[in-house]
């Protein structure tokens, strides 16, 4: 079983979203997909409520309640929306469940300044400095040609992990989670530039570069 985890001790930054959208990837790729929840904000688990019964399974896990006792051993994937403000132990014990951890980052000034901090915390817990877990930046709700955004790709280019992929700023990331969809699952004239923005991190998660 694949652990891919969302993280990023910044609040706001995109963790649900990606969460949710890597797990409806995967599972509109015939996977069988877990989804656990570590934030009591429960924003996982409430898109998996809204989501339609015709669409591809996916199993809630509540991480935050009793970790992933309940998780599905049968899974091919299971992706885990970690909570804001991990740190320390916390931040150790929530690694243990991953060897995949992406990273999102937004186009602000405070937010590359907390993910700086973030980051070099993270790469110093045991499992990521012996790299049993492999970590990637993306950068999310970008707006192309602001001053900041060319900041952020600077920023992430010169990060001591891999920078995979931007992702715009787009109606279709909220209109998807309403419904408890992902953007893979909206109508391609609609979503077809985020299809593309997506595909070199559906690639790198789906390569041994995201795996130890
Ligand atoms: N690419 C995007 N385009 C447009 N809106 C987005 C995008 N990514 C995230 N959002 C919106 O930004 C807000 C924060 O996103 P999200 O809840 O996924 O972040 P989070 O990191 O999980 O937050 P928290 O730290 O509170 O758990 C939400 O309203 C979400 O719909
Ligand atoms: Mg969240």
């Known amino acids: 079983m694949r652990h891919i985890m969302v993280l990023n001790a910044k609040g706001g930054c995109g963790k649900s979203t990606l969460a949710t959208n890597i797990a409806s990837y995967f599972a509109t790729q015939g996977a069988a997909v877990a989804l656990a929840d570590y934030d009591p904000q429960r924003s996982?688990?409430?898109?998996?409520a809204r989501r339609p019964e015709n669409r591809a399974t996916i199993t809630g896990v509540a991480g935050f309640e009793d970790g992933l006792r309940h998780a599905p051993r049968n899974a091919d994937f299971l992706v885990i929306d970690a909570p804001a403000r991990s740190h320390g132990a916390e931040l150790t014990d929530l690694i243990k469940h991953a060897e995949t951890i992406v990273v999102p980052v937004l186009p602000s000034t405070i937010d590359m300044q907390a993910t700086s901090t973030f980051l070099e915390e993270l790469r110093s817990v045991g499992k990521v400095a012996k790299k049993q877990a492999k970590i990637a930046a993306v950068a999310n709700r970008v707006r192309d040609n602001t001053l900041i955004f060319d900041d952020l790709d600077e920023y992430l280019s010169?990060?001591?992990?891999?920078?995979i992929a931007a992702l715009r700023d787009a109606q279709n990331y909220v209109r998807a989670y309403t419904r408890g969809l992902g953007i893979f699952e909206l109508p391609e004239y609609l979503a077809w530039p985020d299809w593309d923005e997506w595909e070199p991190l559906t690639a790198w998660l789906r390569s041994k570069r995201s795996q130890p």
């Open 44 to 48: 996982s688990l409430d898109w998996l």
């Open 158 to 163: 010169k990060a001591k992990v891999p920078y």
